[in-house]
């Protein structure tokens, strides 16, 4: 039988009404991007969702999980600031959390300064303190291997890591849906929850004098504030990866959660994810 508009269908539902119950999938012009449902795991959308694209600074992510995930972690243990850090910072052009040499940061402090402003010197004080070796590069080395053995973990079976940052040596990559699901792992942790939903925060750390100083660090992250229900997660950016935002958002005790990769502007990478998650939400 052939349906007319407005037609009956079982339970009483017209093919107009139905039709207005699944709204289409929405047009992105980011070569990737991919949203679930965060309790189910169920897709809601998905462009080249398993396709293999440059990170960027949403690889800190993985910084932080690796952290996080440290037996018997001392968030308020400090790390003194090394000049590799800002000597990497500069060789780099790197985004910064403005960190000073011989200043005590705490871990806690340090994933601030990580997930708000994207500091490669954050991620660089993070990757000493918790790879294993007795020289630098043995260190950094071991916490990249951190990050790739808990992405095996994770069953995230296209990512791969060569950097602590997203700063890729050439070997740095995710897909869509791995990155998301890397996410959702991630904001089961508290401390993660409550850094990445933060729009700016005040740290005070100790200086090599043993006074101290505030840093004032703002999460680059615009959906914070913009669009309703936003929880995080973070940014990233690079002359490979574009712009990228993994993102999530909670409205009447639905969470959504997803990610945009090699976005053509900031604003585009903005405005795509609030597009994905009005669809999810409506789904």
Known sequence: MTLTAGA??????????????????????AKGGYVMNNATGRTLYSKAGGTKLSTGSTTKIMTAKVVLSQRNLNLDSKVTIQKAYSDY???????????????KVTVRQLLYGLMLPSGCDAAYALADKFGK????????????????????TLGLRNTKFDSFDGISNGSNYSTPNDLT????????????????????????????SGGYRYMN???????????????????GSGPQAKYCLVFAATRGG???????LASSSEANRNAEAKKLMDYAFKR
């Open 89 to 103: 910072i500069v060789s780099k052009g790197a985004s910064s959390a403005g960190l000073f040499v011989n200043d």
């Open 133 to 152: 070796g007795s020289t630098r590069d043995a260190r950094v080395k071991s916490f990249i291997g951190q990050m790739n053995s808990t992405a095996r």
């Open 254 to 260: 639905k969470t959504v959660i997803g990610t945009v």
């Open 217 to 235: 660090w703002k999460n680059t992250n615009k959906l914070l504030g913009t669009y309703p229900g936003a929880i995080g997660i973070k940014t």
């Open 8 to 29: 009956m269908l079982a339970g009483g539902v017209t093919a107009t009404s139905a039709q207005a119950a699944s709204p289409a999938p929405p047009a992105i012009t």
């Open 181 to 208: 699901k890397l996410a959702s792992n991630t904001m089961k942790n508290s401390t993660f929850r409550t850094i990445v939903k933060s729009k700016t925060t005040k740290q005070k750390v100790t200086t090599r």
